[in-house]
Every structure is written in C-alpha cells, then in structure tokens.
C-alpha cells in the first residue's frame, strides 16, 4: 500500500512537467526494452471494465507483465459491481488486494468515487467525460515523429466528446493551440473549455480549424453507448468528416491521429486514415509504451 496514493482520473493529475516526463520516458521504454528491468515483479493491476476494449486492456495487461506483475480483468457482470455493491466498499476491498486499479466505465464520478476510497491509485482508463491514457500515448506519438508540441497548433474535428475533453487538458499542460470545429449541440462541456481560457477556439467549419494546424484528429461520431444516436448523428456530423480537402488546408507535414475504433467513410475517409500523414498505428502501440511508463510513475518510489 502507497501512503497517499497519486490517481491518475484525469490530465490535470499531472503537472506540465509530470506530462513531459511520462512522454520521454515511454518513449525511453519503447525504444530500450530490458526484459530484466521488472519494476512491478510481484505487483497486481486490477483492470475493472464496464464497456468493450481492445488497446486499453491489451496495453495495461501486457505492461504489467512486462514489468514482472499480472493483471486482472473484472467484468462487473462476474462481480458483485454489476450487483450493486456500494463503490466506496468495492474501492476498499479490491485496493485492499491489489496494488493499482484501473477502471472504463461510464459515468466519470465513478472513478473519482473509487479514488477517494482506493488506497492504491486509480487510473481512469476512459469515462464519458475524459480518455487521459489515450493523450499520453497521442503526445507521445507527435514528440516521437516530430518533437515537443509546445506552441504547435492542433485540430479537433467532430464531437465535443470525451476524447475532446482530454485534448483541452493536454493543450492547457502542453502549452498548444487547440482549434475545434464541431457541429451545433456536439460541443465540448463549458467548463472544460472555459477551465482552458485562450488555449481553445471554435471555428464554423472544419476548413478553417484546420487551416495551418500541425496535427488533425477526430473520433467516432456515436461513442460507446450512444449506438441509438448513430444515424441521428451522421446527418449531424456529414460536415464534419476529416477528408484529403481538410487534410490539404493543414501543414503539408501535418499528421492524422484517431485513438480507434474508426469508421471509414464517417469521421475520416480511407485515403487519409490509411495514407501517409496517418499514424494511427505508432499512436495505437504507444498506449502499451505510454501507460508502461505511467505505471511506474504512479507505482515505483522516485
Ligand atoms: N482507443 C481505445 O481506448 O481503444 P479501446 O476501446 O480498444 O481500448
Ligand atoms: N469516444 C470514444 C472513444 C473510444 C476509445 C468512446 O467513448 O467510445
């Protein structure tokens, strides 16, 4: 058991210089792998999923053990979660066994619930509100292929969701201009953007966010359990895709990220998902890389 331990529920756990940190670590991790360096040997990571995952449990499960630790998948339909039992008993008990919890669930006060009863930290691995895994391995990934973002301009483009949200955190810690062109009723939450003061704008139209921006990114227009808005919000969002002609009033050496799943043909087309300013893939691995190296932020004595 940590005395006091650090959660990581949102972005703005972590100071600028924190962020910084993580990012060149992970990319120190990926780069020298030792598989004799195990940190975590003998540490546990509960991994408590109340919504579908590919990359966020494959990362968390496959650091761990790379680290020497294990990790264990809790589907609150095999627990006493999906029962009922009050969140702040279920933070004591499973804190009480565990070394570090992560949970993707809904609703976000879920997680800060679980942090204020855990005795080990919490990690939000995404809420409705805020995905923070997902930035560190997006930040990574643009110091990786360009260098520090500090200064750079970056373009949001669709739902004001929670991928959004944590973009808004990482401009305000990382010192970036965040252009958002979303449609009428899909905005990021006011408090997210009032909270970021002059870091942030709002554009009509997906031109001209991303008119000079150094990166391009979207996500899905329906996110997981909005599946019943799906064809309501494509005739939303038609104005709103990232195709070659947004591409094109970009940087010429503009990248395109998107933290998948994607649907080709909605939020993005094929020939800029699957073309060269793509790096979904580098972005998709470094969730392993980026959370590696926020385990042993959260984990490890300094
Ligand atoms: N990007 C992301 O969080 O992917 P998963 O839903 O597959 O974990
Ligand atoms: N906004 C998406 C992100 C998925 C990783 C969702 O919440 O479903």
């Not at 003998?42 to 579908?52: D, N, P, R, T, Y």
């Not at 503009?254 to 799943?261: Q, R, S, Y």
């Amino acid at each position: 058991m940590i005395m006091n331990p650090r959660h990581f529920t949102s972005l703005l756990d972590l100071s600028s210089e924190e962020f910084r940190h993580i990012i060149h670590r992970a990319i120190e991790l990926k780069n020298y792998r030792d598989p004799d360096y195990q940190p975590l040997k003998g540490q546990v990571l509960a991994m408590i999923f109340e919504k579908s995952s590919t990359r966020t449990r494959i990362s968390f499960e496959a650091g761990m053990v790379h680290f020497g630790g294990s990790a264990l998948f809790l589907s609150p339909r095999d627990t006493q979660l999906g029962r009922g039992e009050p969140l702040h008993d279920s933070a004591k008990v499973i804190s009480s066994m565990v070394d570090c919890i992560m949970l993707r669930t809904d609703k976000h006060e879920t997680v800060t619930t679980f942090a204020q009863h855990s005795s080990v930290p919490v990690i939000n691995g995404l809420t409705d509100l805020q995905h923070p895994c997902q930035l560190l391995a997006d930040m990574q990934t643009y110091f990786e292929f360009r260098d520090d973002i500090k200064g750079k301009t970056v373009t949001w483009i669709g739902d004001g969701n929670n991928m959004c949200h944590s973009y808004i955190h990482a401009a305000m810690l990382l010192d970036f201009n965040l252009n958002i062109a979303c449609p009428t009723g899909y905005y990021p939450q006011q408090e997210f953007v009032d909270a970021a003061g002059n870091r942030v704008r709002f554009f009509n139209t997906a031109l001209e966010a991303a008119k000079n921006t150094d990166l391009c990114v979207t996500d899905v227009w329906a996110s997981m359990g909005q599946e019943e808005e799906q064809k309501h919000r494509e005739i939303a969002f038609k104005d709103y895709q990232i195709n070659a002609e947004t591409m094109n009033a970009a940087h010429k050496d503009a990248l395109f990220m998107h933290c998948l799943p994607a649907h080709r043909g909605e939020e993005v087309t094929a020939e800029v998902i699957d073309g060269p300013q793509s790096v979904i893939f580098a972005e998709a691995e470094n969730r392993l890389h980026a959370q590696k190296a926020l385990l042993e932020f959260l984990l490890c004595k300094k």
